[in-house]
């Protein structure tokens, strides 16, 4: 029997290289500069030896915020030494995948949380559940950051992002409105701002998980809901865009804007908004030369907004868990890792103790965003996917959401295309 | 018939010596022992890292291998599931055209364009050798680097749209936004990376041409044109089968520029096959689906090859 599985396993790797390999011939999309380490294999004590974290941060503010965990884990663990390894964003998963194939991979894996069940069914991330119950500050962290797959917990987030209405205030001030309350207040300034020679809003429709990350707030305000998905819900959301896209409000080169690159847009200052996140707040601050502020999304009754964040979970074939339940006790879990992470890159803490401290309350940027999480919040990815489904019902939602700003199709056909996808991935 | 008395009089000569000819005959199969022993680490690597993997790709095609079963297996048997399933949500079908398309234009750009700046290569001068420098730069600049300036440039803010804006449009061109344009785009991107190789290969088979040929045509009065038509174009017929043939697997094999460029968008306008199989297994995680998109691109691309090795012989000959 073990004979089988682990000839499977090697198979499995074999044929997920195979085709990577011929899929994905001729292309590493950055993937040359990217070879992960291999795991650290020495035994050693629980706090001493070298921790390998495999990470996708690329931005400068969030790499060092990497370096901020290694300085924590390092002092708090004498002997521990933290190796911090990139891998791109886009690569992230298949590495993850095919490294647990071969029975390697990292100690620590900082990820997209909402790919937690993706990760966990593939064997690619440990259990967490002995850990955790032994966790004395386990309290702190709300249940919405925890992610369990088939009653196992595989990741804990140690941040929430999530997305918000940035605005101009010198545009909003020349075309006489205040910040949006209302998607009837938003469209009112769409109009006037793009009516003024300014540009509308910016946000990504690029035709993947993050297409439907922000597509999602918009879609939901119009009743459409993983729970009970509905043609009607999701095409009324989808002609909201539609008309953006019509009225000029909304560029249709956006469906090959990431959300990196519709913010340098706002930050610029040609746009009066930007449905953006929380972790760009170092950006705008950098970059924007001129007054900025930030509102919730104006969703109405029905809106949810998800709260995002990277999950952080240990290798399911790390040589030393214990060591890397140190590393994340010792950053990412802590108080100062929370406050770091709030402080560096804007993001909001997950730990009650961290979030309660003067320096987030007294936050202006962030406190619109602690206000969606009591608004709109909703768990991402919705418990209503099939842990095995996220990916695709990601994927599926997020062409629909693509097709429309960028006219493949209209808002009828692709809710239909995407409700008719939904029914057979939801179950 | 030189030849055939020359091997005449050797098969006599060997006749009448018996000991040297079995002493000939060992060492030839020492050396082809020796030849055959030289073979094996290529044949094992090929084996290793092209034959077993194709065979688990076509393996996995006819299995449901999920990120869920990928390492741990069983892996369930469901015939031509996979095939038929991408069909059925209209995935394959669109895939396929688009594929042809991106083919057709890659083709016959990286064709013509190939040819054209070969022809004008083959003058000696500095602007020459600069422009093969040039190409040569091009062409050796990794599709990511290459997509993402062009990317850039094909933005809505890029030099493109700036010089067309300049020449007096009011909007500017969706290069990479819109449905149709996006397709074509992307393909006259990867056009435009093939065209250095293919003017390399075009422009070896031009220098092979002994100049007395043009100066004779010269004399005859033939102008430019008719150097090309009637001198450069039957001179690279031969070489020109089998870039063909290698140009339509490049083109088959779109991937990256659309990776880069557009993620397949907007919505699934640009999904090629090769694409379609990445967003399959490596989005959406059904490893088994993708291998099947793979192992169609794959027979496709075999075709082509089996056409490539008949033209390589046909000219060998």
Redesign the interface.
């Known amino acids: 029997m073990k004979k ?2 682990l000839h ?2 090697m ?20 993937g040359d500069s990217a070879a992960p380490a291999s795991p650290g294999t020495a035994d050693s004590p629980a706090t001493e030896g070298t921790v390998t974290v495999w990470h996708y941060f690329s931005d400068p503010q969030q790499v060092a915020l990497m370096e901020k965990y290694a300085d924590l884990a390092e002092a708090a663990n004498p002997g521990m030494t933290v190796d911090n390894v990139f891998v791109p964003y886009d690569q992230m ?2 590495q993850l ?1 095919s490294a ?2 071969a029975g390697s991979g990292p100690d620590v894996v900082i990820f997209n949380g909402a790919e937690a069940a ?2 966990a ?3 690619a991330l440990a259990p967490l559940d002995d850990f955790w119950s032994d966790f004395a500050d386990a309290n702190q962290f709300p249940d919405s950051v925890i992610h369990t797959v088939n009653d196992s917990m595989y990741a804990v987030q140690g941040y929430v992002n999530l997305l918000g209405l940035w605005y101009n205030q010198d545009i909003l001030d020349e075309i006489g409105v205040h910040p949006p309350t209302t998607m009837n207040q938003l469209e009112d300034a769409l109009a006037k701002a793009v009516e003024a020679n300014h540009g509308g809003i910016t946000l990504s ?5 993050q297409g439907e990350w922000q597509g999602f707030p918009w879609l939901s305000a119009a009743g459409f809901t993983y729970d009970n998905p509905t043609e009607d819900a999701l095409t009324a959301g989808l002609d909201r865009v539609s008309n953006w896209v019509d009225q000029g409000w909304l ?6 804007w990431d959300q990196t690159v519709p913010f340098q847009q706002f930050a610029a200052g040609n746009f009066a908004f930007a449905a953006n996140g929380n972790w760009q707040m170092g950006t705008a601050q950098a970059d924007a030369n001129f007054t900025f502020g930030v509102v919730p999304l104006p969703l109405g009754s029905t809106g949810q907004v998800y709260l995002g964040g990277e999950g952080a979970g240990i290798g399911a074939n790390s040589a030393h868990p214990e060591l890397a339940w140190a590393y994340l006790t010792a950053s990412y879990l802590s108080v100062e890792g929370n406050l770091a992470a709030a402080s560096l890159v804007g993001s909001l803490p997950a730990r009650a103790d961290a979030a309660a401290d003067d320096s987030i309350a007294s936050n202006e940027l962030l406190k619109p965003f602690a206000d969606t999480i009591t608004q709109f919040g909703a768990k991402y990815p919705s418990a209503a996917i099939p842990p ?1 489904a996220v ?2 019902v990601q ?1 599926r939602m997020g ?2 959401w ?8 209209s808002p009828a056909d ?1 809710a239909r ?1 995407a409700i008719s ?1 939904l029914n057979n991935l939801l179950g | 018939m030189t030849t055939m008395t020359l091997g005449r009089r050797e098969t006599s000569r060997a006749d009448r010596r018996p000991g040297r000819q079995l002493r000939g005959d060992k060492r030839a199969h020492k050396n082809s022992l020796r030849r055959a022993v030289f073979l094996i680490p290529g044949i094992a690597l090929l084996g290793l890292l092209g034959v ?3 065979i ?2 076509v ?2 095609a006819f299995h449901r ?11 369930e048997w469901v015939g031509l599931n996979n095939f038929t399933q991408g069909f059925q ?2 995935e394959t079908g669109p895939a396929i055209s688009r594929t042809l398309i991106v083919v057709a234009i890659v083709t016959l750009l990286g064709m013509i364009g190939g040819f054209a700046a070969a022809a004008a290569l083959r003058s000696s001068g500095w602007w020459s050798s600069a422009l093969l420098a040039l190409m040569v730069f091009v062409w050796a600049l990794p ?2 680097v290459n997509g993402s300036v062009w ?1 850039f440039l094909l ?2 803010n890029g030099l493109v749209n700036a010089i067309v804006m300049g020449l007096g449009r009011s909007a500017p061109v ?1 290069f ?4 149709h344009w ?1 397709l074509a785009s992307v393909a006259f991107v990867g056009a435009f990376a093939v065209i250095p190789f293919n003017a390399l290969v075009f422009r070896a088979a031009l220098l092979a041409i002994d100049p007395e040929v043009f100066e004779a045509a010269a004399l005859d009065g033939t102008n430019k044109w008719g150097e090309v038509r009637h001198i450069m174009i039957p001179s690279v017929r031969p070489t020109s089968l089998v870039l063909l043939v290698l140009t339509m697997v490049y083109a088959f ?1 779109s ?2 520029f659309i ?11 640009t999904n090629t096959l ?1 694409f379609l ?3 399959q ?7 088994g689906y ?2 099947a998109t ?1 192992v169609l ?2 027979v496709g691309v075999f075709v082509l090859a089996v056409i490539y090795a008949r033209s390589i012989r046909k000219e060998e000959a």
């Open positions: 089988r599985t499977t396993r198979a499995g790797a074999a044929a997920l290289v195979t085709a990577g390999a011929l899929v994905l011939a001729a292309c590493s999309p950055g998963n298949s995948i647990a194939g993706t990760l069914l593939a064997g429709g690029l035709p993947n998980s560029p249709q080169e956006a469906v090959n095995e990916a695709d994927l062409q629909a693509s097709a429309v700003i960028g006219r493949q199709h692709a295309t996808a | 077993y993997p194709l688990q790709l393996w996995m291998v999920t990120n869920a079963t990928i390492n741990t297996g069983p892996w949500m209209g599709p990511v990317k933005s809505d969706p990479l936004y819109d449905t996006a094999r991937f990256d990776f880069v460029m557009t993620y397949g968008g907007p919505g699934t306008a090769p199989g990445f967003l297994a490596f989005a959406r995680f059904n490893f993708g291998a793979s691109a794959v």
